[in-house]
């Protein structure tokens, strides 16, 4: 039997999960999928990546008071009969926060539990489910190294100053730093970029991570200098519901003028703000693109505008770019948002081919563009494999095999 890794990424509602083999370089993906509706009507559906033949299946007679262990047990039992050589020799957990003390993926124990469960105040929306995965499946799969990959882990090399805020220093004592998030993405597309651009992977990168939730990174010769999220994943770009970068005066206003109640003013600066917010109308990039609602050109205008506000300030940051790179949702398929960030950026050394735009070409900035840019879609889950397969000491099989 080969030895395969199992990556879960584990939400307050639903499990999505990787089967990998282990390769010399990135790992390679064997199946995907995800079940949804935990805590009511489960419901779960894979993919296998060699046929891209799926399975679904409505779970909704199972009981519902299991959560994360039935929805483990569902996506464990259908590896184990889908691929009977296939042995799980370790699972990846997706964690997003690793706090100060973790600065790279660590095998799971009750100490690191212990340390994990205590950030859960800095991620409310994701830790306590990351942890609830982590604990299920180490429930299911006693004997299997389980290892925790964070977001927060490649930004733990930040210089003081990109790291703090200007509080008194108790306050940085005590972690409330800037950690950064989005860091497995980050790191996958550093390491795709020193295969695709080594000269630029080695120099200075602007790096969009435009999904739902949405960032920007400065890195330099692959290593993290800045990043756009702070303490929380509440600070830098607008999201797809989040606020993003927000003077601390209106939360202060809000709670004592407004009289919002705290977990009001949450609620409004996770769930009410960012695209939605400002649109009154959708989070989804692709529904405000088509909309005719002037709201709707708005909410990308702003979206657009703070973008742009950190490219500049990287630039200055990094002392000149080599290379941006667009991912996740809207950078790999907005046409529209590349074109509006990059608009009139001459300057900065940046000519956009608009034909290699709309086709979303891997390269989308002319040869005669000082700094290339670049279209890369990113896998998280693979990065989470290939630091899984290193924790736990996993030994790469060939290239050939
Ligand atoms: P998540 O953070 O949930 O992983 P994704 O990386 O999947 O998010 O990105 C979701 C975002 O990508 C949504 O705003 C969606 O509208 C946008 N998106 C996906 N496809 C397109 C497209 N073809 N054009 C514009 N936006 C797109």
């Known amino acids: 039997m080969a ?16 089967l990998f083999a282990s390769k010399p370089n990135l790992p390679r993906p064997v199946a995907s999928g995800q079940v949804d509706g935990i805590g009511a009507d489960m419901w779960f ?100 190294p389980q290892v925790a990959c964070f977001d927060t882990a490649f930004h733990r090399g930040h210089c003081f100053v990109s790291d ?82 927000i003077d601390p005066g209106v939360l202060l206003y809000l709670l004592q003028h407004e009289r919002l109640p705290v977990d009001a003013v949450a609620d409004l600066l996770y769930e009410e703000s960012g695209l939605l917010g400002l649109s009154g109308v959708s989070q989804d990039m692709r529904e405000l693109e088509q909309s005719d609602d002037p709201r709707c050109r708005e909410a990308i205008d702003y979206f657009v505008r703070r973008i742009r506000h950190e ?16 991912t996740a949702g809207i950078g790999e398929h907005s046409a529209l948002v590349r074109a509006a960030v990059l608009d009139g950026l001459e300057w900065l050394g940046v000519v956009l081919d608009a034909e290699a735009n709309a086709r979303h070409d891997q390269i989308i900035s002319t040869p005669a563009s000082r700094l290339r840019v670049y279209v890369v879609p990113t896998d998280e889950e693979a990065m989470i494999a290939d630091q899984t397969i290193d924790v736990a000491g996993l030994a790469r099989i060939s290239a050939a095999a």
Not at 311 to 326: P, R
């Open 3 to 18: 030895d395969h890794v199992v990556t879960l990424n584990a939400g307050s509602s639903s499990i999505k999960f990787g």
């Open 45 to 144: 559906k894979a993919r296998h990546a060699e046929d891209a033949s799926t399975t679904q299946r409505d779970l909704a007679d199972m009981p519902r008071g299991d959560g994360h262990r039935a929805a483990i047990d569902v996506i464990l039992g259908w590896i184990e009969r889908s691929f009977p050589d296939a042995r799980v020799a370790a699972i990846g957990h997706r964690v997003v926060h690793g706090g100060p003390d973790f600065a790279g993926p660590v095998l799971v124990t009750p100490d690191v539990l212990t340390c994990l469960g205590k950030l859960a105040p800095l991620a409310p929306l994701h830790q306590p489910h990351n942890l609830a995965g982590i604990a299920a499946a180490t429930e299911a799969f006693p004997g299997v």
């Open 164 to 245: 703090t805020f200007a509080l008194p220093r108790r306050y940085y004592e005590k972690g409330i730093r800037r950690y950064g998030f989005h860091g497995l993405s980050y790191d996958y597309i550093a390491r795709r970029m020193r295969e695709i651009a080594p000269l630029e992977a080695a120099g200075r990168m602007v790096v969009a991570h435009l999904g739902n939730g949405a960032s920007m990174c400065a890195i330099e010769n692959g290593r993290s200098v800045a990043s756009t999220m702070g303490l929380t994943a509440l600070d830098g770009l607008p999201m797809g519901t989040r606020c993003g970068q």
């Open 311 to 326: 490219l500049g300030g990287f630039a200055v940051t990094l002392g000149g770019i080599d290379a941006v790179v667009f």
